[in-house]
């Protein structure tokens, strides 16, 4: 081969290396979306809607919707009032990172909320960090116009985290608004129920929903900054994928706590789930919660679930001085194969100072004693029932007395 050959072969390959290569497909048009204009700029915006009737899972998107005056209560935080659960506006948002403070961008927010007859959820997501005033811009009315809003974890990291962006991009925060966290009653539901609450955990065994193709949430931030140094954006499918997945979700727990408040015995529910709603109405209602914790027993409860519940329910009884329904509660945890004082207590505190029986209350106090020394419990709890023994002992030897 000639030299003269030599040199178009490196010149071609010169060429081909610093040849333009193709815009990347914009973002827009991957995710089925657009660009939405704003006083601040351009952000995009990606909408999809959804008829009431669908389901996320097992659960129908229009049953959170229908929550009682009851279930709003029970669900809100203590002193806040959720007034309209059609205006209610759910809210994920996708962040560069978990730490929080100045230094976390929220890139995507994902909103959901009532249309009409339908429900939408609308995502606004930054093409870069200068983007961040249109994207703010965006969301404040959608926020401001709501009657309360509803997230999974927001009170610790959603809701502070945007607060923050606005405050950074001096505009005023828009939700003072009633703030619905459903992890906290999600986890006085289900913390029995499945080794963790969270979001992921309750969609596959209270939804009965399994994703597909799923994006960690652990690798979102990732995605994000290739985005930014790339700008391939195929990869940001699942992102937005994930991000509606999880406001649908919030839809569907909702809706879940919405139906098993509105009955009495949620055909679905489990016992453990069961015990959990009871939690959830002694707020309120304790005669509802004292039908669930009932209901929880005769659905076939054992070990360390049966005895809490079976106590917590003598506690409720002896409040409202149902001695005999309380005692015979008390009777079963003391039979049960778990030793635990406080059933014990109750017995000889009862006979003690209402039956007024020492001698039965000398004899449970005992019982417990060697128990307690049998199964190791402990000298505190050894200590305390001497202690009551010694004062019946008095007292009983105080009757035997003449003139006692």
């Not at 305390?384 to 035997?400: D, I, P, Q, T, V």
Request: glycine share 8%; proline share 6%; aromatic share 8%.
């Amino acid at each position: 081969m000639s030299t003269l050959d030599d040199l178009r072969q490196v010149i071609r390959r010169i060429e081909r290396r610093h040849a333009p290569r193709p815009a990347p497909e914009p973002l827009e048009t991957i995710v089925g979306g657009t660009l939405l204009e704003t006083d601040h700029g351009r952000v995009v915006l990606v909408r999809h809607d959804y008829p009431l009737a669908h389901r996320h899972g097992r659960e129908k998107l229009e049953d959170a919707f229908l929550l009682s005056a009851d279930a709003m209560t029970l669900l809100a935080r203590a002193g806040e009032e959720l007034v309209d659960p059609r205006g209610l506006v759910f809210v994920d948002v996708e962040t560069t990172g978990l730490a929080g403070g100045t230094g976390t961008y929220a890139f995507l927010v994902g909103v959901g909320a009532l249309e009409a007859d339908r429900f939408v959820v609308t995502q606004y997501f930054m093409r870069d960090f200068d983007d961040e005033p249109a994207l703010l811009a965006a969301l404040e009315p959608r926020l401001a116009h709501a009657s309360g809003v509803v997230t999974f974890n927001g009170s610790s990291f959603d809701l502070p985290l945007l607060e923050t962006r606005f405050i950074l991009a001096r505009r005023r925060w828009p939700v003072p608004l009633p703030h619905l966290d459903l992890v906290t009653p999600a986890r006085r539901v289900w913390v029995r129920c499945f080794p963790d609450c969270r979001l992921a955990t309750l969609e596959r065994e209270a939804l009965g929903l399994e994703r597909a193709d799923d994006v960690a949430g652990a690798f979102i931030p990732a995605i994000y900054f290739q985005f930014l140094r790339t700008r391939h954006a195929r990869p940001l499918a699942r992102v937005f994928a994930h991000n509606r997945d999880d406001v649908l979700s919030l839809v569907g727990v909702l809706a879940w706590l919405g139906r098993a408040l509105a009955a009495d015995f949620p055909a679905s529910a489990t016992p453990l789930e069961l015990i959990g709603i009871g939690r959830l109405w002694e707020r309120l209602d304790p005669d509802r919660s004292v039908a669930c914790y009932r209901g929880a027993l005769d659905g076939g409860l054992s070990g360390w679930p049966w005895l809490w519940t079976c106590l917590r329910l003598a506690q409720w009884e002896k409040r409202r001085a149902r001695w005999n329904d309380a005692c015979e509660l008390w009777q079963r945890a003391v039979r049960s194969e778990i030793f635990d004082p406080r059933p014990w207590e109750e017995l000889a505190k009862y006979h003690e100072h209402r039956g007024r029986d020492f001698a039965a209350a000398r004899e449970i106090v005992s019982s417990a004693i060697a128990l307690a020394r049998s199964t190791g419990a402990g000298s505190p709890v050894v200590d305390r029932f001497a202690y009551r023994l010694g004062r019946l002992e008095r007292r009983l030897s105080a009757l035997r007395r003449p003139g006692g």
